[in-house]
């Protein structure tokens, strides 16, 4: 990308006009990195830290899922922290992301088909058969609503909502255009998914106490 596309507009959150295409520039990938940001309808915005709560939360239930698909010998890489790209003004940071055997056949996919040399290096350009969302606190909305929507456009089957804070768990799945709740608990209750055959998920393990 020319030099002159980036050298008139500051890397700062709020600032406008940001697409997928900036990203691919080495200088502003390197601010990228050394932040948590996200563009937001091409608006650089800066993400808040993850508690130490969440974090802990979201380990323990992709530690439950990763043993659950080893014993069934199912793909069991999940990734955290993870660049999904919705659209050309739209990429956002996913908080897990579990990609199936056939997702990552049609990332391979993508990835030669936009030119790229090295896909360890290149964002998730697919829908991802699940994402998990940990829920910050005082952007309650960023995730229960605009990424709930988001992620339905961009054909997201399966989307879960973990809240550390209300010590719960939404389990959503993509009925056409939106979604509607597949499984859900709080507290010490048990949460059964359909996504995955016989997994149970006690939800009392998720929270730190």
């Known amino acids: 990308m020319p030099s002159t596309v980036t050298s008139s507009r500051p890397f700062e959150p709020g600032t406008t006009g940001w697409t997928v295409a900036d990203l691919e520039d080495p200088r502003i990938e390197a601010h990228w990195f050394n932040g948590r940001y996200e563009i937001v309808e091409g608006v650089l915005t800066k993400m808040p830290a993850a508690y130490f709560s969440g974090s802990a939360s979201l380990n323990e239930l992709i530690y439950l899922l ?30 897990g992301v579990w ?50 929507r988001w992620y339905a456009e961009f054909g997201v089957p399966h989307y879960w909502i973990l809240d550390p804070a209300s010590r719960s768990l939404q389990c959503l799945v993509l009925d056409g255009a939106s979604y509607r709740l597949d499984a859900e608990g709080r507290d010490q209750e048990e949460v059964r998914p359909a996504l995955f055959e016989g997994l149970t998920i006690p939800l009392g393990t998720l929270w730190a106490e």
């Open 66 to 95: 990763k043993t659950h698909l080893r014993s069934r010998g199912l793909p069991d890489r999940f990734g955290t922290e993870v660049d999904v790209v919705l659209g050309d003004d739209r990429v956002v940071v996913a908080d």
């Open 99 to 148: 990609l199936s055997g056939q997702d990552q056949n049609r990332q391979a996919e993508a990835v030669r088909f936009a030119g790229k040399t090295d896909g360890r290096r290149v964002r998730i350009l697919v829908p991802p058969t699940l994402i998990i969302e940990s829920v910050s606190l005082g952007h309650e909305l960023h995730d229960r609503r605009t990424k709930k």
